[in-house]
């Protein structure tokens, strides 16, 4: 019995070297080479593997900075500048720093302002109604709210706000990867540089159509009037196709155009509340007064005022 | 009797208007007229905001190879040339024209009388039709002078004349081969001419008896027509099945009919060529369906192109209460949409108010595996996989199960038990994977 017992610890001992042995020649023989820093690289990034760089997760990034000189167009916008100087400091080289962005909805056209046509009973996602027809409201270019974007957004910085239909912007988790942006067949999502406080002003419409036209679907749309663009003293706004659009890079937070615009197309948030005296002075006009949620529209009760004016 | 061999599906008839003739609609007050109507570039406009038109006058021009011309369906004054909503659901370039009187060309032979004899010669009969702007209108809206001009080093054979009309409720063609059948021999003839084949197949599903006995009886005063009566199937009315039905060839994967000597029209189109021929007549109006289980009168108008739909609507006994979903085209392939005040353009066959209690859609339930949507599908795809590829966007499998081969014809979400949306997605994926292949040839 003890024999027996002796003899296969003995066979198997042998077979395990001559295994081990077999292993470690070939080991060596096919031994493929990687570089060690691009472990180091991507233990430094933020391991969300979110697609935000343009590559296929963070290790095929982690090759790319290994692999690039100067770190042209190789930038992580999740871990930010903070993430890129120890980055650069792993490889010896100058980091590479970029504005902090953040994601924004273009489009303020919630229930109230913007009355559905007909409806619409198909495959709820917002690709797919985009590839059928322009939408169940009279804007061809406004938010589908099937939340296309909320599926991907990896950093839950995007919500559905049940009462407007939107997707709202949680600032504090957005990392400005950029999912949102591909996501959305409708190209409404902007990332812009993120600025002191989270402060934000933005032309909240993506309507080419003709300013008529889209008011008469949407009573928050944009209707390209220029009262925007003559106020602004840093011309940080430019005019599209019956559209305003403010740069980012530009702006300076001044507020002029906030009050001016006719439809309150351009939403303020992260500022305190306004002065008496700016409101009075902008009395013909509904003012916006700015809150912290983003989702909340400025001043509904103007709008509905000015649409009966309109009637 | 014959038929496709693969897949096919057997949805209720319901051809309402199957025998109440084609009714003349008078044009409307106002029509929008898409330039984009047909596949391939958008034609350019050739008239400007306040120019005066009359019926048949070419008012934007085929802009390349791939494109066709349109014409003025009615006579008065261009309003605008503006983005309307077109059938897409989307706002697309339209001319808009304000109607006076029906003032038409001079040129245009408007009796009725069957004009037999035709001395023009295949290139000129190529030409006539280019001009006339004549594109198919079984759907696909292709323009009938590029599959006349067949590719060097490939021959045709037969015409493959399309009398099938699968689609449930839709009785255009129906019809049309009961009203103008002499019309549309002779349509076939000039088209024989042109593709310079001997051979001439008319295919008719066999719930047309009327249809097929009087084709039949017609073809037999003309050289080398023959009417062809095919089990009754859904999609017998698609090319490729109608080749494999009619010829037993079944077309390459990615290739055309031409490739196994077929070239197929429908007889809309067939009787588009021989006005245009014989007639000098340009396409600028068609036969459209207007039915449904609750419209009055279900009815077969003659409509001019940019004609609003709800003109017609209104002639078949108004919108019925109870209207749910209004599609262009019939329930399988039809498009719905979501204003009435959209125009009838070339490729519309049909209108179809649909119930609200038909037209709702079931809740989409997790995929069971029963494959029968593999079972049904026509060209032998597996939708069942190529739903959640789509979905998860993986492309490049997509192509590598030739989701490009999709005819879009509707059996796999027709027969799914589980009511998934299917087609929505393989359409979703198709137009992808097309993209793909083009930024892939581009570079």
């Known amino acids: ?311 | 009797m014959k038929t496709f061999s693969r897949g096919g599906v057997h949805p209720p008839e319901n051809k309402l208007s199957a025998t109440t003739g084609i009714q003349a609609l008078p044009p409307p007050q106002s029509v929008k007229i898409p330039l984009s109507q047909h596949l391939g570039v958008p034609a350019k406009p050739a008239v400007n905001k306040g120019d005066m038109v009359r019926v048949g006058q070419i008012i934007a021009s085929g802009d390349g190879f791939v494109s066709s011309n349109i014409h003025s369906s009615v006579s008065g004054k261009v309003l605008k040339i503006d983005n309307e909503l077109d059938p897409t659901g989307y706002k697309r370039p339209c001319i808009v024209i304000e109607v006076s009187g029906d003032d038409w060309m001079e040129t245009i032979d408007q009796s009725t009388k069957l004009v037999k004899e035709t001395n023009s010669e295949p290139e000129s009969i190529i030409s006539k039709i280019r001009e006339a702007g004549i594109v198919g209108l079984g759907g696909a809206t292709f323009p009938s002078h590029v599959k006349l001009s067949v590719p060097r080093g490939k021959k045709a054979e037969y015409l493959i004349v399309n009398g099938v009309e699968c689609e449930p409720f839709l009785t255009a063609d129906h019809a049309l081969m009961l009203e103008k059948g002499e019309e549309i021999m002779v349509g076939t003839q000039i088209l024989k001419k042109a593709l310079k084949v001997k051979k001439a197949l008319i295919g008719i599903e066999n719930n047309k008896q009327d249809a097929i006995r009087h084709m039949a009886d017609l073809a037999r005063n003309y050289d080398g027509i023959e009417v062809f009566a095919l089990k009754v199937k859904y999609p017998q009315g698609g090319e490729k099945q109608l080749i494999k039905a009619l010829l037993d060839m079944e077309v390459p994967s990615g290739g055309l009919p031409v490739d196994v000597g077929a070239v197929a029209f429908n007889v809309g189109t067939v009787f588009a060529v021989y006005e245009a021929v014989q007639k000098n007549k340009p396409l600028f109006e068609r036969v459209v369906t207007v039915t449904g289980t609750s419209v009055r009168n279900p009815s077969n108008f003659r409509a001019r192109i940019g004609t609003p739909i709800s003109a017609l609507i209104e002639a078949s006994g108004g919108m019925p209460e109870d209207t749910g979903k209004i599609l262009l085209g019939g329930p399988m392939m039809g498009k719905a949409v979501g204003d009435i005040a959209i125009p009838v353009i070339k490729g519309t066959s049909g209108i179809l108010l649909m119930p609200g209690i038909e037209s709702k859609r079931r809740k989409i339930q997790p995929c069971i595996r029963c494959a029968k949507c593999i079972t049904v599908c026509p060209m032998g795809l597996e939708p069942y996989l190529l739903m959640p590829l789509s979905e998860k966007s993986m492309f490049d499998r997509l192509e590598e199960n030739k989701v490009l081969d999709c005819i879009e014809c509707g059996s796999c979400s027709y027969i799914c038990p589980a009511s998934r949306p299917l087609l929505d997605y393989i359409r979703l994926g198709k137009a992808n994977v097309s993209k793909l292949i083009r930024t892939r040839k581009s570079q």
């Open chain 1, 1 to 311: 019995m003890s024999t027996v017992v002796i003899y296969t610890i003995i066979t198997l001992i042998t077979l395990g070297a001559f295994a081990a042995m077999v292993l470690y020649f070939v080991a060596q023989k096919f031994k493929v080479f990687e570089d060690p820093r691009i472990d180091e690289v991507e233990a430094a990034l933020p391991g969300a593997n979110c697609g935000g760089c343009g590559f296929a997760g963070c290790r095929n990034f982690a090759e790319a900075l290994v692999r690039s000189e100067d770190f042209a167009d190789l930038f992580c916008p999740v871990g930010g500048n903070e993430t890129m100087a120890g980055v650069a400091k792993i490889l010896g080289r100058e980091p590479a720093t970029q504005d902090p962005l953040v994601a924004v909805l273009r489009c303020n056209g919630a229930c109230e302002f913007r009355p559905k046509t007909n409806n619409y009973d198909g495959t709820a996602t917002c690709t797919i109604e985009s590839a059928l027809y322009g939408g169940d409201t009279g804007c061809q270019y406004g938010c589908l709210g099937h939340g296309d974007c909320v599926e991907v957004c990896q950093f839950d910085a995007l919500h559905m706000d049940p009462v407007t239909g939107l997707p709202v912007v949680d600032d504090a988790k957005c990392t400005a990867c950029g999912a949102c942006v591909r996501a959305c067949p409708r190209n409404l999502f902007e990332l812009r540089k993120r600025q002191k406080k989270d402060r934000k002003i933005y032309v909240a419409c993506m309507n080419e159509d003709k300013g008529g036209l889209a008011r008469k679907y949407c009573a928050v749309a944009c209707t390209g009037c220029t009262l925007c663009f003559k106020v602004c003293p840093f011309e940080a706004i430019t005019m599209g196709t019956n559209l305003a659009f403010i740069d980012s890079e530009k702006c300076r937070l001044c507020r002029k155009c906030v009050p001016v615009c006719p439809t309150n197309a351009i939403i303020e948030t992260g500022f305190p509340p306004r002065k008496e005296q700016v409101q009075t002075e902008s009395s013909s006009v509904p003012s916006a007064e700015s809150t912290d949620n983003t989702a909340e529209p400025a001043g509904d009760k103007d709008i509905s005022k000015n649409l009966k004016k309109e009637e």
